[in-house]
């Protein structure tokens, strides 16, 4: 079995899914637009740039994507993709790349479990939550 995160964006899926790579690093392995796919004579000629698809791999997983009709765009809400990383450098730079021009929820610091963890929606709106794999430092 594979669970794989299906982000929905209201026209900014292809800069969403861009920014993610630089990000997280991985490849864009598709970003199909409404326009190039079997959907182009359905889909009014305005709306025929956004993504119909997308998807970035990431090492042995995958992060989804797609523009949805504005008509039925709803902000996330109920869930936060969670992104664990080997070391809390690595998970603080993570960090502060989603915080750029988007909104903490919880500062990226210590806590009991491990040593940084943090949560963060980022400027496309989806929310976050980044830790790191390694253990608490103890004092």
């Not at 806590?111 to 790191?132: K, L, M, N, Q, Y």
């Amino acid at each position: 079995m594979r669970v794989s995160a299906h982000l929905c964006f209201d026209g900014q899926c292809r800069a969403a899914f861009h920014f993610y790579q630089e990000v997280f690093g991985g490849r864009i392995a598709s970003m199909l637009s409404y326009g190039e796919s079997a959907l182009a004579q359905q889909t009014p000629p305005h709306l025929r740039e956004r993504i119909v698809h997308a998807s970035l791999l990431l090492g042995e997983h995958e992060l989804l994507g797609a523009d949805v009709m504005p008509e039925d765009y709803r902000p996330p809400s109920g869930f936060f993709v969670l992104m664990s990383f080997p070391d809390a450098g690595q998970a603080t730079r993570v960090f502060a790349a989603l915080a750029q021009r988007g909104e903490i929820r919880l500062p990226f610091q210590p806590s009991f479990w491990s040593a940084g963890f943090g949560v963060v929606v980022d400027r496309f709106g989806t929310p976050w939550e980044i830790g790191c794999e390694q253990a608490e430092v103890s004092g």
